[in-house]
């Protein structure tokens, strides 16, 4: 799951919940549905490949990438695709960042859920 | 008396002393020089005894002056107890996630004769440990099969030849280096033996290793 520690709101886009790296990956996997390791560096080709694979190693761990292994004769290979879509990955940061508000501030916190929610009817 | 003339007097005072100094100091270079099949062991042999010889001399001689003698001992003995006790506190089991039953490397476990284990992983990982080696998936979607083998062979060498790093690291503080046995030319020499020297170039090139370019300077020299 993405750290709250690294959570940085004056970021732009999915940086500010992810690394630039794990966000580009991210981006990928939903616009392409499923792809090598090396499909992914030859779209990235600008990073190296052990920021790819380290990239890819920490999205599997926290969940938001699967891989399958498939094997060959020939040849052996991780086939990664998105564990979930754009807002599947939207609401489960946004369940933890509240849970912590909640957690911190109590009554107040839903409070302000209820004002935004009603500002966005 | 200066520590020289005390040396001096001891040696021409004693009887047996100088003979086995002499011994003791041509075995050593024996060892060293001659046995090359494998090398470390020699040296490691012959750095125990001249270890050895600066003891007996030591307690033969009773030369307080050379304290100097007594401060290398006593960093080799502290050094050691060190590295025993640093690896009875982590000598523990690899922490990494092992994928069994993966068909891709039986033909490779049956030519060489060692065990293989796949870590589920993409980074780039290949290492042994007690008599095993240890490979990433990362490692095996890259190269191509014989590439592979040349890892394998590399790795290989470092499980039959290679001192391991208890030993190593003895020699290390013995011989006042403090700098570890390296072998990775002898290993990459072993591997270009078995799978040829464009496999290994290869396997370098694609998975851009620490220093990989200077080690392929040095096998395509």
């Given at each position: 799951m993405v750290k709250l520690e690294r959570i940085?709101?004056?970021?732009?886009g999915l940086t500010k919940f992810f690394s630039p790296n794990e966000g580009r990956i991210l981006e990928l996997l939903w616009k392409n549905r499923k792809m090598t390791s090396p499909d992914i560096q030859f779209v990235c080709n600008d990073l190296s490949l052990a920021c790819v694979s380290g990239t890819l190693d920490r999205l599997v761990k926290s969940g938001f990438v699967n891989r399958k292994l498939d094997e060959t004769e020939k040849r052996i290979r991780y086939i990664y695709s998105a564990s979930g879509d754009r807002n599947n990955v939207g609401n489960k940061i946004s369940t933890k960042i509240l849970e912590s508000l909640v957690d911190t501030f109590g009554e107040s916190t839903l409070d302000s859920i209820g004002k935004i929610s009603k500002k966005g009817r | 008396m200066n520590g020289l003339e005390c040396y001096i007097s001891c040696l021409i005072e004693s009887s047996l002393l100088l003979p086995i100094i002499i011994m003791i100091g041509f075995i050593s270079i024996f060892l060293f020089r001659f046995i090359k099949k494998r090398n470390f062991e020699s040296l490691l042999l012959s750095q125990t005894l001249m270890t050895a010889l600066i003891t007996i001399s030591l307690i033969a001689m009773s030369?307080?002056?050379?304290n100097w003698l007594w401060i290398y001992l006593g960093i080799i003995l502290i050094g050691s107890l060190m590295i025993f006790i640093i690896k009875n506190l982590l000598d523990?089991?690899?922490d990494e996630n092992i994928i069994n039953s993966?068909?891709?490397v039986y033909e490779f476990e049956k030519e060489f004769n060692v065990p293989i284990q796949i870590i589920d992983s993409q980074r780039i990982k290949a290492f042994h440990y007690r008599k095993r080696i240890y490979l990433s998936i990362g490692l095996l979607e890259r190269l191509e099969k014989e590439e592979i083998r040349a890892v394998i062979a590399h790795e290989i060498y470092h499980l039959k030849y290679s001192p391991n790093k208890i030993v190593s690291s003895l020699l290390a503080i013995s011989s006042l280096t403090f700098r570890r046995y390296n072998d990775e030319k002898s290993a990459d020499k072993y591997a270009v033996k078995i799978t040829g020297v464009n496999n290994l170039i290869n396997a370098l090139k694609k998975l851009h290793i620490k220093n990989y370019e200077k080690r392929i300077s040095r096998l395509s020299s």
């Open positions: 940085n709101l004056e970021k732009k | 030369c307080t002056m050379f523990k089991d690899i993966i068909s891709f």
